[in-house]
């Protein structure tokens, strides 16, 4: 290990053996109203030009969500150059476009190529998330993402198939794997980012989450039989309601679970979402998008990233400013990766 991160980490313990940790909230500052302007000239100029401008459009999306997420008095930002991102995009369209006319002419070939592309998706998701991690940065600083493609196999491939065909059995265990695969490749700076999530913290999720869809399957089916006008009135009701409330449980869960196992070293992030707070912010968003036929969607990601935003924090042992200080004479002693070349946005497409 080097002297530098050893130096930092040892001072960041000094701070938490003497009690002088700081509990730094995120904060996002954004405005429907505004970031409505820009969703709209988005929308305008990707139709006008037949989808090209969608590269500018993801740029602009997340340059003003970065820059208006604060912690600690400092914004995140957003580097990427919408060129790349328009890149990728036209070699995705190519690529699927070759796909679809092999698979109508040639249905050997297209099966060949979809096992090829099978094969290859690991890779480039890895490729995708070293893009998106690089062009994120906070105090001058960026993230990094350095994975095997043996690591995204097994993370994306090999684990999901296994939860599927124990009928669900190991998904907890997929689950798991798969936040560990992302998050302990990442990196701020030189600083990796640990997990320490266990199974059972995503197996008790899941059977709580089961346990809300199968109550609501019997009880709509029960009202059904009833035969009755009230039973039959109420049936897609409760439907709706119970499948709504498992999918809000399961993603304000999962996130809690993701972000309260995850450290950076000496630091540690934390979230303490709410099911009854994020399901009025949802079921609000979802039902002013509807009656205003979209338009409410921009005001619904602002309202959404806000109470993610207060829900999250970032336990600091220390100060940022110096730690952030130490991993820029960290980076900068190591030099730059010269990998950008071979990054792209697959997320994007």
Known sequence: ????????????????????????????????????????VNILLTIVTLGIYSAWAKVRNNRYFYSNLYLDGESF?????????????????????????LSELFPVAGLVLALALMAITPLLVVRSLAFNHRMSAYRNIQFRFDASYGEAVMALLVWPILGMLTAGILYPYAILKSSEFIVRNSSYGTAAFDFDAETWDYGRIVLIFLGVLIATFFLTVGLTL???????????????????????????????????????????????????GYLKVFVVNVILTVITLGLFLPFAKVRMAKY??????????GSLEEFAAAEKEQVGALGEELGEVFDFDVGAI
Request: proline residues 3%.
């Open 77 to 101: 930002r957003y580097l990427a150059d919408p060129i790349t991102i328009l890149k990728s995009r036209i070699i995705a369209v190519v690529v699927f476009a070759a796909f679809i006319v």
């Open 1 to 40: 290990m080097s002297e530098g991160m050893t130096g930092t980490m040892g001072d960041s313990g000094d701070a938490i053996a003497s009690g002088e940790t700081r509990e730094l909230p995120f904060e996002f500052r954004g405005d429907g109203a505004e970031y409505f302007k820009i969703w709209i």
């Open 226 to 276: 009833l035969g009755t006008g009230v039973g039959s009135a109420l049936s897609p009701i409760i439907a709706l309601s119970g499948y709504v409330l498992a999918g809000v449980y399961l993603t304000v869960m999962l996130t809690n679970v993701y972000y309260n196992s995850t450290s950076l070293q000496a630091h540690e992030l934390a979230a303490n979402l709410e099911v009854p």
């Open 308 to 317: 993610r935003a207060d829900h999250t924090q970032f336990i600091a042992a």
